[in-house]
C-alpha cells in the first residue's frame, strides 16, 4: 500500500458534529464527495489545520500533524474562490507562494508552463476571468512546493464548459509534479473526470469508498503541440492534452456514453467500440464488459432487470472525448 494521509477527527459544534477517520492514499486525486452541509469542507479544513476545537489526530506519510499550525503542514489550499492577493499581478501572486517555501526558480517556471499562466503573468486578478482566476489560484498553491493540494470545490460557480475546460490542467497538475489532491465536490462531472477514487461523507460520517468511474486506459505514444496520440489494445487516436510519450492515461467515460447490443451503424460518435459482454447479473443495474482489451463495470439500465447473455457483442459509443493523465487505479477497501 502505498503511502497515505491518516486520520481521526471529531469536532463537535452546537447543531453538528463531525467524527471522521480514514487513510487517503497519497497518489492521485481523491474526491471527497457528499451533498451540501455533509461536512466536507469543514474536514479539510479540519486536515489542514485551519479548523478550531478539533479533536483527534492528522498523520502524513508516518509523520504527525496533529498540532501544527497550518503553515507547517506543507500544504497547498485552493479555496472556492480564487482569494488572489489584490494588490499584486499574477506574477507576484506565484512569486508570494513560492517565497515561502523557497521554491526553485525552474519549478515557478514549470508551474506557470504547465497552467499556460505565461500570458497572464502581468495581469491584475481584477482583469482575470473566473477561470482564469481559478488557474492562478492552482498555479500559486503549486508554487509554494506543496506535500499535497487540498482543492475546497475549486470550479463552483463555472458553467460546465468552463469546467471542461480547467479539469485537464488540474489533472495535469497533480500527476506532472506528483502531488497528491484531497479534491471536494458534490459535482458528478468533476468525480467522473477527475478522481481516482471516492470518498463520500453524509451529515458528518465517512460513509465509504468508491472506485474510479468507468474509463478507457491508454498509453501515449506520440504527442504533437497541445495533443497527445494515445493507443489502447488495436486503436490509436489523437486527443487535446499537453503529454509525454509513455504516460499513462485515461479518457473518463462520463455520463453521457451510449451502449447498445446493436450494431450503431453510420455513427457521428468521437469513438464507437465493439466489445463483449463478460459477466451480467440480472437486477444488478450493471454488466461487466471486455473493451479495446480491458474489464469495465458499466451501468445497464433497464427497468426490467433484463441484461444481455454472457459473450453478446455490444458498442459503446462516445459522443465527445476527453482524457487525463493518471498515476495509479489503487482505491481503498471498506476494510482498510
Not at 2 to 21: K, N, P, Q
Not at 25 to 36: K, M
Not at 222 to 247: K, M, S, Y
Request: one cysteine or more.
Amino acid at each position: 500500500m502505498s503511502e497515505v494521509l491518516g486520520f481521526d477527527l471529531r469536532i463537535a459544534y452546537a447543531d453538528f458534529t463531525l467524527e471522521a477517520a480514514a487513510e487517503v492514499p497519497l497518489t492521485g486525486i481523491t474526491a471527497l464527495s457528499g451533498a451540501s452541509g455533509s461536512g466536507k469542507t469543514t474536514l479539510l479544513r479540519a486536515i489542514a489545520g485551519l479548523e478550531r476545537g478539533v479533536e483527534g489526530r492528522v498523520e502524513f506519510a508516518g509523520t504527525d500533524w496533529t498540532g501544527l499550525r497550518a503553515e507547517a503542514r506543507g500544504i497547498g489550499y485552493v479555496f472556492q474562490d480564487a482569494r488572489l492577493f489584490p494588490h499584486l499581478d499574477v506574477a507576484g501572486n506565484l512569486a508570494y507562494g513560492a517565497k515561502r517555501r523557497g521554491t526553485p526558480a525552474d519549478q515557478i517556471r514549470a508551474v506557470v508552463e504547465a497552467l499556460d499562466l505565461g500570458p497572464l503573468l502581468h495581469r491584475a486578478p481584477e482583469t482575470l476571468s473566473g477561470g482564469e482566476a481559478r488557474r492562478v489560484a492552482l498555479g500559486r498553491a503549486l508554487a509554494s512546493g506543496p506535500r499535497i493540494l487540498l482543492m475546497d470545490e475549486p470550479l463552483a460557480g463555472l458553467d460546465r464548459a468552463r469546467k471542461a475546460q480547467l479539469m485537464p490542467y488540474i489533472a495535469r497538475a497533480v500527476a506532472g509534479f506528483g502531488v497528491p489532491a484531497l479534491y471536494v465536490t458534490h459535482s458528478a462531472v468533476e468525480i467522473g473526470f477527475l478522481a481516482d477514487r471516492t470518498l463520500s461523507i453524509a451529515e458528518g460520517r465517512l460513509t465509504g469508498w468508491s472506485p474510479p468511474a468507468p474509463r478507457l486506459i491508454g498509453q501515449v505514444i506520440a504527442t504533437a503541440p497541445g495533443q497527445i496520440e494515445l493507443a489502447f489494445a488495436d486503436h490509436r487516436i489523437w486527443l487535446n492534452g499537453q503529454g509525454e510519450v509513455g504516460e499513462i492515461w485515461a479518457i473518463p467515460l462520463g455520463q453521457d456514453y451510449l451502449i447498445s447490443a446493436d450494431p450503431p451503424g453510420i455513427s457521428n460518435a468521437a469513438l464507437c467500440l465493439q466489445g463483449a459482454v463478460e459477466r451480467a447479473e440480472p437486477g444488478s443495474g450493471e454488466i461487466l464488459v471486455q473493451i479495446a482489451g480491458q474489464r469495465i463495470n458499466l451501468p445497464w439500465p433497464r427497468n426490467d432487470g433484463a441484461v444481455p447473455q454472457t459473450q453478446a457483442a455490444l458498442w459503446l459509443s462516445l459522443p465527445r472525448l476527453a482524457a487525463r493523465p493518471v498515476q495509479t487505479e489503487y482505491y481503498p477497501s471498506d476494510s482498510e
